[in-house]
């Protein structure tokens, strides 16, 4: 893993993240490097990654406290419309769910030359 359980609790200022099972942390944090490969197009594993840059690391640990919110049992019978604490804040859909962290303004740097993601493909048939 890129990051640790303990960088996303230490982040965190949600008792249900900082509380989490650190076997359940590691899961969101898989969900997290799959959402920014992605985004990027590689697994930040080159060398050239060590150590990993401060706003792949902010990224990261943004995508794995939303996972952990998101695969929380709390987090789905939410009623929250909007909350903040401090200088964080989040927001609640009306279907309960938390909106996923935009984090390609941290992650677009990194993004591989050339890479484009599969959803955005555009694919075309002849007539």
């Known amino acids: 893993m890129l990051i640790e359980p303990t960088d996303v609790a230490s982040y965190s200022v949600y008792d ?15 969900e997290a490097e799959a959402e ?15 150590p990993l840059p401060g706003k792949v690391k902010l990224a990261l640990v943004k995508l794995a406290q939303y996972f952990a919110l998101v695969n929380s049992d ?4 939410s009623s929250y419309q909007y909350e903040k604490m401090g200088d964080y804040s989040y927001t609640v859909s ?8 935009e984090v390609y303004h941290l992650l677009e740097e990194f993004i591989k030359p050339g890479y484009v993601p599969e959803s955005s493909r555009l694919k075309v048939r002849s007539l």
Do not use: C, M, W
């Open 74 to 77: 709390e987090s789905a019978s």
């Open 36 to 50: 920014a490969a992605l985004i990027t197009g590689h697994r930040f594993e080159d060398s050239l990654y060590d």
């Open 16 to 30: 249900r993240v900082k509380n989490r099972p650190e076997e359940l942390l590691a899961q969101d944090i898989i």
């Open 94 to 101: 009306g279907e309960g769910r938390i909106q996923r962290p």
